[in-house]
């Protein structure tokens, strides 16, 4: 049994009625102390501005930056497409194409304008003035996630485009992180992460002007920020820790099943990776595949982490118990890997993203398919939506009538305005008929 790994293994009836919260944020006293934490970062980036941004830089990210090198400069972008090849330059444009895609043909959608007896009403789009966008970097760099933040936001027309992102040991922003803001079209780039540079983004320092609004999924110290700035800024969602449920049946493979679990187990030791199915061989095949892969698996330590912290496998008598689990835990990635996906798919109401069939893996939708892969995870996809153009822009919506249109709705306004006791509001519109 030297190949079995710890996961746990559920009967659906036999559920701990907690199953569904993420470690993560189960304990109180730790989130208190996290929370107190990044506060003490806000409070002190916005007594001290680029001061805090040299001094928590220093830190957490190990390296010693003076005030005036926190923007990438030009020539640090010409360097950086030295440093990559041919090949990822290609990928990075691909990826921003597809993207670009389907966001545009998401933004056409939106434009709505109807008219009916004498009053039109059309409703417009109008892009966000300034967004920050987080990318992750340090220890591992993530260009795919600016181009997801990035490339909605410039299809919506955003005229400033700010990348944040923490810097290596060596005082630097990870080259395809560059090469990716430069292809992207971003405005500024700086060397800054975790909770100090939300903060930086959200009340500005001497260097980093404000934005509007913040984006981009991060560690616990940068979802816990952004939560707390979002009195004062708008933001897309609390993005953590990356997720991914697996609903399948005996039709489905195990090997793949379980490399798609550890596909999202390597992002973190805090991923979380699961699989819902009504086959306990299935079950009992994916715990011995993740035993054999997870043993000779890049990323191990991080993998065996993971799956033993976070990971399960739930077994259920019916498919219907499946996608009742499903929706409870609202995951970030949902893959249907059962007979008929299709009809399991129309059935699920929470969900970050859902990927339909043995062909679809997690990997596809991060970097292939155009979708993006910003998602609400830790269970906010039963409320939350994954990042898109819309969440770049502002709806607004334009009225014009005519004094006939307005005319035939007069007693209307006058009986509600009556109701609610808001007699000087029916004045407003008598007034227009005096003569």
Wanted: hydrophobic fraction near 40%; glycine fraction near 6%; charge should be positive.
């Amino acid at each position: 049994m030297q190949n079995r790994l710890e996961v746990r293994v559920w009967k659906a009836k036999a559920l701990p009625l907690n199953w569904f919260k993420r470690t993560r944020t189960a304990d109180e006293k730790d989130s208190t102390a996290l929370e107190n934490s990044v506060k003490e970062i806000i409070s002190t980036v916005r007594k001290k501005g680029d001061a805090a941004l040299v001094e928590f830089t220093e830190k957490f990210d190990k390296t010693k930056l003076a005030a005036k090198n926190l923007q990438v400069i030009t020539d640090e972008i010409k360097a950086a497409y030295k440093l990559v090849s041919k090949e990822q330059v290609a990928a990075l444009k691909l990826m921003k194409d597809k993207v670009g895609a389907l966001e545009k043909l998401t933004l056409q959608q939106w434009q709505v304008k109807t008219s009916c007896e004498g009053v039109t009403v059309q409703s417009v789009l109008r892009p966000i003035e300034s967004v920050g966008c987080y990318v992750p970097g340090g220890q591992a760099a993530y260009p795919s996630t600016l181009v997801m933040t990035a490339v909605p936001a410039k299809v919506a027309g955003v005229p400033r485009i700010v990348v944040c992102s923490p810097p290596t040991a060596q005082g630097k922003i990870n080259p395809l992180i560059l090469v990716a803001a430069d292809i992207c079209g971003v405005d500024e780039v700086y060397k800054a992460g975790g909770a100090q540079s939300i903060a930086a983004l959200a009340y500005g320092t001497e260097t980093i002007q404000p934005v509007k609004k913040i984006v981009g999924p991060g560690s616990k110290y940068v979802t816990m920020a952004k939560v707390l700035v979002s009195q004062d800024v708008a933001i897309d969602m609390p993005a953590g820790p990356s997720e991914v449920l697996v609903l399948a049946d005996e039709t489905a493979n195990p090997k793949l099943v379980a490399a798609d679990m550890i596909s999202q187990a390597e992002h973190g030791a805090d991923s979380v990776a699961g699989l819902v199915t009504t086959s306990e061989k299935l079950a009992d095949d994916v715990c011995s595949w993740l035993g054999k892969m997870a043993i000779s698996a890049e990323r191990g330590k991080i993998v065996k982490k993971a799956l033993s912290t976070h990971g399960f496998i739930i077994t259920c008598e019916s498919a219907n118990q499946m996608i009742n689990l499903a929706n409870v835990f609202a995951p970030e990635h949902l893959e249907i890997v059962t007979r008929k996906p299709a009809e399991i798919a129309d059935k699920i109401i929470s969900a970050g993203l859902i990927l339909i069939g043995p062909y679809s893996p997690v990997a596809l939708s991060d970097y292939g398919s155009g979708t993006n892969h910003v998602l609400p995870t830790g269970g906010f996809g039963s409320s939350f939506s994954g990042l898109s153009v819309l969440d770049f822009t502002r709806r607004i919506n334009i009225v014009e009538s005519s004094k006939e249109g307005l005319q035939k709705l007069k007693n209307h306004v006058r009986v509600l305005t009556e109701a609610e006791n808001l007699p000087n509001h029916f004045k407003a519109v008598e007034a227009r008929f005096e003569t």
